[in-house]
């Protein structure tokens, strides 16, 4: 799997830093947000270091399916299913990505305003 030594993500993803567990199969690893911007905060991130939407690939296509599948099976184990949550990709730093890694933001178990800032 392709990953980047100096990610911070990548490292999460192969333990080097330590995290709070929520999910893990061959392609993705899902983690708690260390700063939770909700009740419900998990980051879902692929295994293969893809730093932005920008790089993805048809090659990809599957993958992202992946991760909205994951989010779907979360929210539900978190009893958020009904009550609503948000599935947030922030692509470069104008739209608040701070991480170049991409991970698919979880977020619920309160009311949301809309738009987001
Ligand atoms: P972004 O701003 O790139 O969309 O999201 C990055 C997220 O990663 C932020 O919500 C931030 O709180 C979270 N984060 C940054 N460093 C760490 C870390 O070391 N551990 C965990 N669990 N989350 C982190
Ligand atoms: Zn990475």
Request: aromatic content about 8%; overall charge neutral.
């Amino acid at each position: 799997m392709a990953h980047d030594p100096d990610c911070l993500f990548c490292k999460i993803i192969r333990r080097e830093i330590p995290s709070k567990f929520a999910y893990e199969d061959d392609t993705l690893y899902a983690f708690h947000d260390i700063a939770p911007q909700a009740p419900t905060h998990i980051l879902i991130v692929p295994k293969e270091h893809v730093a932005t939407v920008n790089d993805l690939t048809e090659s990809h296509e599957a993958l992202i399916g992946k991760l909205f599948l994951a989010a779907k099976r979360l929210a539900a184990e978190a009893g958020i299913s009904q009550s609503g949550y948000r599935c947030v990709l922030n692509c470069m730093r104008g739209a608040g990505q701070s991480v170049f890694h991409i991970h698919l933001h979880l977020i619920g178990g309160r009311l949301m305003g809309w738009p987001p800032g």
